[in-house]
């Protein structure tokens, strides 16, 4: 029965219906205390509705249900980002990194929070492995130009927002990265 209720919930949750997968996931796990999948569904919700002080335990009890689910790691790390605790969240996305190393937004979120660290270096290695990931995913090369700009390779950033306007000719964020990029 509480996997019904879980699968209600994803339901709910991908028809932007928050409240009503909140509702459901919390209904599955009263069912059944150790479904983890449940509680990274609700720590989802959570986040989605800018709310990652309760997404946080729900992360936390699905960790400690399932270790190796890369997702409840990947949303932990999330929680920690949006409390504004970057260097907490590194450790999170770095186990969700290592149980899944084909997910291009776990070294997105990771290389954000080391940005947000103003560890640059790091940063960048990990937009290098999105791109690697998929070498036609804009986002990276900007948030790479970023990086290396504040390093004061600004010919090198150039020539990422460059490679992020060839991808996508109307990105707004790569004309000012360039427009702004430390000369």
């Known amino acids: 029965l509480a996997a019904i209720y879980s699968d209600l919930a994803d339901c709910y949750f991908n028809l932007k219906l928050y409240d009503a997968a909140i ?9 059944n205390s150790n479904l983890a999948i449940a509680y990274t569904g609700r720590g989802d919700a959570y986040i989605i509705q800018d709310n ?18 890369a997702n409840a790691h990947y949303g ?21 990194i290592s149980l899944d190393p084909t997910v291009i937004k776990f070294f997105m979120d990771r290389g954000d929070s ?11 290695d990990d937009f290098t492995k999105a791109i690697e990931l998929d070498p036609a995913y804009a986002k ?15 010919k090198e950033a ?8 060839e991808l996508v000719p109307d990105y707004d964020l790569a ?5 702004a990029a430390r000369k």
């Open 158 to 165: 150039i020539e990422d927002y460059n490679k992020a306007l």
């Open 23 to 31: 509702e459901n996931y919390t209904v599955a796990i009263t069912k």
């Open 175 to 179: 004309y000012f990265g360039r427009g």
């Open 140 to 154: 990276a090369y900007i948030f790479r130009g970023d990086a290396k700009d504040y390093l004061d390779r600004s």
């Open 76 to 96: 932990l790390g999330n929680a920690k980002f949006d409390l504004k605790d970057f260097a907490a969240a590194i450790p999170h996305y770095s186990q969700a």
């Open 114 to 124: 080391y940005f947000m660290t103003e560890d640059y270096a790091k940063a960048i």
């Open 52 to 69: 990652p002080a309760l997404a946080q335990p729900d992360f936390e009890k699905a960790i400690s249900i399932d270790p190796g689910m």
